[in-house]
């Protein structure tokens, strides 16, 4: 059983950075994957980035890359989303899950086994 708990989330002017932290209680194993989605109101969730936690290979969504970056730290049991030049469409409140499963390339929701209670952005234009 892991529990994601994230923080870092908050009002930021369009073009400024913020940092997400999702901290984990439990064990992350070798092959598990990490990523961070991020829901608006009325829509899907959505898949940014993802990192597997023993190589540290990630792969970002197209609406994000060159602009986010994920990276995690074993010592801390956590897991960072780095964002800059942060635009109003990037507001919505995001998730950190784990995936436990073993799947070689998750990117859906249904994939992933355990999530954190979310953190809201908000970018103002």
């Known amino acids: 059983q892991v529990q994601l708990v994230e923080s870092g989330g908050g009002l930021v002017q369009a073009g400024g950075s913020l940092r997400l932290t999702c901290a984990a209680s439990?064990?992350?194993?070798?092959?598990?994957?990490v990523a961070w989605f991020r829901q608006v109101l009325g829509k899907d969730r959505e898949f940014i980035a993802r990192?597997?936690?023993?190589?540290?290979?990630?792969y970002y969504a197209e609406s994000v890359k060159g602009r986010f970056s994920i990276s995690r730290d074993a010592n801390y049991n956590s897991v960072y989303l780095q964002m800059n030049s942060l635009k109003p469409e990037d507001t919505a409140v995001y998730y950190c899950?784990?995936?436990?499963?073993?799947?070689?390339?998750?990117?859906?929701?249904?994939?992933?086994?355990?999530w954190g209670q979310g953190t809201q952005v908000t970018v103002s234009s």
């Open positions: 899950a784990v995936e436990s499963d073993g799947f070689i390339d998750p990117i859906q929701e249904r994939e992933y086994n355990y």
């Open positions: 439990g064990p992350i194993y070798s092959n598990n994957h």
């Open positions: 990192i597997r936690w023993r190589s540290g290979k990630r």
